[in-house]
């Protein structure tokens, strides 16, 4: 009865360590009664979601499913790449996330593949998702982490709670993003301020304003939305508002054909001080838009790129 047991045990051992020699001397049985030691990695875990929610886990996260983009990005970033088994739309960073079952869009998860799945762990964006569709996934007894993402710091304080939650240690790399980006903000905390629009889409004429990172970020550089004071987060807004505020500096961050779109549509509109002046700039709309660690990147962008307006 012994012998089969081992082999038994023996068979969920790195393959390494348990080479032909090892099979055939005493190091095998040694070897074997370590891996049957637990390796003490399945403790309980827990964590607070941005609906104040606690979230618990006997163990941590194996088997997790990202319903938003940037989570999917910053599970990858926090190691948990290998855990994810489902996904939601357009997570498509790292590229191979690109591969991996599609289970939700923008309007919400597709509950039915998602159960099919068997994810221990859920993770899911406030904006995204119902309170109804936390209750059915809840229901089906897996755990939903929702997560509120509108600030710069709320990069690094998700990065720790997915890490928490798949029992992984993300210091070193929550340190090196906060690192970065204290020393883009000593860099330009004293440069002159540059009044700038930020154009999310072209037609109709979209921007960013209120509490949001985009607008943390154009702070930091030393950049003010001219818009930043309306209340909705993603306003439509005039020409006749837009030669209104005239903005010393257009920046692009989404428009629909990248770069060469953005400038061809501006030089149209010649009479704008910024236009008229070439400053113009575009940033990638992925190191942006979305709160992952590649807003470090995106955040130089707009400092380098409001640096050269000055």
């Known amino acids: ?44 875990v827990s964590a607070v979601d941005d609906l104040g929610r606690k979230v618990e886990l006997k163990e941590p996260a194996k088997r997790i499913v990202s319903l938003a983009p940037f989570l999917t990005e910053l599970a990858y970033s926090a190691g948990a790449g290998k855990r994810l088994v489902g996904v939601s739309a357009y997570s498509d960073f790292p590229p191979e996330a690109r591969a991996l079952p599609q289970v939700g869009t923008a309007m919400g998860p597709e509950i039915e593949a998602l159960a099919a799945l068997r994810p221990d762990l859920v993770l899911a964006w406030e904006d995204s ?79 960013i304003a209120g509490a949001h990172w985009i ?15 309306l209340a909705l987060v993603a306003p439509v807004v005039s020409w006749e508002e837009l030669y209104a505020r005239d903005p010393e500096m257009i920046m692009g ?35 942006l838009q979305r709160p992952t660690l590649r807003l470090a990147q995106g955040v130089a962008s707009v400092c380098a790129a409001l640096e050269k307006a000055r």
């Open 253 to 287: 961050a989404g428009t629909e054909g990248g770069e060469t779109a953005f400038r061809a549509n501006w030089s149209q509109r010649a009479s704008l001080s910024a236009v008229r002046a070439g400053r113009l700039a575009y940033v990638d709309a992925d190191t």
């Open 1 to 44: 009865m012994i012998l089969p047991v081992l082999r038994g045990v023996a068979d969920g051992c790195d393959d390494t360590l348990l080479t032909p020699f090892t099979r055939s001397s005493r190091l095998f049985w040694f070897l074997l009664a370590l891996c049957a030691i637990p390796s003490g990695n399945a403790a309980a």
């Open 129 to 207: 998702i119902r309170p109804g569709d936390i209750e059915r996934i809840g229901r089906l007894g897996m755990q939903v982490f929702v997560a509120r993402a509108k600030r710069l710091e709320d990069v690094p304080r998700l990065l720790e709670a997915v890490g928490l939650l798949a029992g992984l240690d993300v210091a070193g790399t929550v340190h090196g993003h906060r690192a970065r980006m204290a020393a883009l903000r000593a860099k330009h905390a004293k440069r002159p301020r540059v009044r700038v629009f930020v154009e999310v889409w072209h037609r109709p004429l979209t921007t």
């Open 215 to 229: 607008n943390e970020a154009l702070d930091l550089c030393g950049g003010d939305n001219v818009f930043r004071e």
